[in-house]
């Protein structure tokens, strides 16, 4: 069983910055992809960011020059650092783990590849 523990949302005021973390429990095998979700009240889910078992990245448009996914294999934790963050980032952050194999570029932000998720953090961006 693989328990995904997000933390490091928070509020922050527009142009500010955050850094999620991941931590990935029992997820001894890499699997392929580990990526970043979010949903706002009222909005469908969204991928952000994705990072596949070779290092390949994959964003957003809304995020692509702001946000930078990146992962620590040794410690199993996935890392988002949000930059010039806006208010329509604010939602609730998740992250998810894929088992098989996600294809890559656009595809990898579709949250039906993905078998593990976490709770969800919380950013908060005021203007």
């Known amino acids: 069983q693989v328990l995904l523990v997000e933390s490091g949302g928070g509020s922050v005021q527009a142009g500010g910055s955050l850094r999620l973390s991941c931590a990935a429990i029992g997820y001894a095998y890499r699997g392929d992809s580990m990526a970043w979700f979010r949903q706002a009240p009222g909005k469908e889910r969204e991928g952000v960011a994705a990072?596949?078992?070779?290092?390949?990245?994959t964003y957003a448009d809304s995020v692509k020059g702001r946000f930078t996914v990146s992962e620590d294999s040794a410690k199993n934790t996935l890392y988002l650092q949000m930059n010039s963050l806006k208010p329509e980032d604010t939602a609730m952050y998740y992250c998810a783990a894929a088992f098989l194999r996600v294809p890559s570029g656009l595809p990898a932000l579709r949250g039906a590849y993905y078998n593990y998720w976490g709770q969800g953090t919380q950013v908060t961006v005021s203007s």
């Open positions: 990072i596949d078992s070779n290092g390949i990245t």
